[in-house]
């Protein structure tokens, strides 16, 4: 098991018959979503599953970095039930910490059990388009994850980048089918590009089919 390198923190793979990502579990013995647990030298790491998680698909889509480091505290928008919530607490471990949002009570109950076992995660019921209301209940926050379904993606990511200090990274996913069903999704990343570049600086980006149909990353940089 090798880690990718410093601008994958914490971040591992294996080539077998292809090439496989994982993180070191924070808490071995036990899997979050049914994933493979594998044990080199007496280490246990999880197997990140590029279908289940669109920032292990990024990656193995040759991202050029993300902009996290281990010491981060994260503002993690539209958690869900903490699949890659719980990479990210693979990765920070001790030394960073996440605040993981959603909007649905039912999710952020599974969020509650996931953080009964990783200590490094506190769920919040919220609204990540108003950041106003949740503003108090997070700390300083050095990195924002924002994988949120909504129409305006970029919009809300843009209100959310304002926790970042300049020079601080963010990651937006975005699903072009939230965002209009009917057009060619690559006309709205073009857009979603645009919208970011009129206040942010836009490192990176990638396709994520065919892992994730008609979605995509950006690896953004506060200016």
Not at 30 to 39: A, C, D, F, Q, W
Not at 81 to 97: A, K, N, Q, W, Y
Not at 209 to 218: A, N, Q, R
């Amino acid at each position: 098991m090798k880690e990718l390198g410093n601008k994958f923190p914490g971040m591992y793979f294996l080539k077998d018959k292809q090439f496989k990502l994982f993180t070191k579990n924070l808490v071995p013995g036990e899997s979050v979503y049914g994933e493979p647990l594998v044990k080199k030298k007496g280490i246990e790491y999880r197997y990140w599953d590029p279908r289940r998680s669109k920032l292990a698909a990024a990656v193995l889509k040759k991202i050029s970095q993300v902009g996290l480091k281990k010491t981060d505290n994260v503002l993690y928008l539209g958690a869900s039930t903490g699949t890659t919530v719980s990479h990210f607490s693979d990765i920070l471990g001790d030394d960073g910490f996440i605040f993981a949002l959603d909007f649905a009570p039912r999710v952020v109950r599974e969020l509650v059990f996931l953080c009964e076992k990783r200590k490094n995660i506190a769920p919040i019921l919220g609204d990540a388009n108003r950041p106003d209301t949740f503003a108090r209940r997070i700390g300083s926050i050095d990195f924002v994850y924002q994988d949120v379904a909504q129409k305006n993606q970029a919009e809300i990511f843009l209100k959310n980048m304002r926790f970042l200090e300049p020079g601080a990274f963010g990651i937006l996913c975005v699903k072009a089918r939230s965002i209009d069903i009917s057009r060619n999704p690559k006309g709205i990343y073009n857009e979603v590009r645009h919208e970011l570049e009129k206040e942010i600086t836009v490192v990176d980006f990638r396709t994520l089919d065919p892992f994730e149909k008609d979605h995509c990353m950006f690896v953004c940089k506060k200016i």
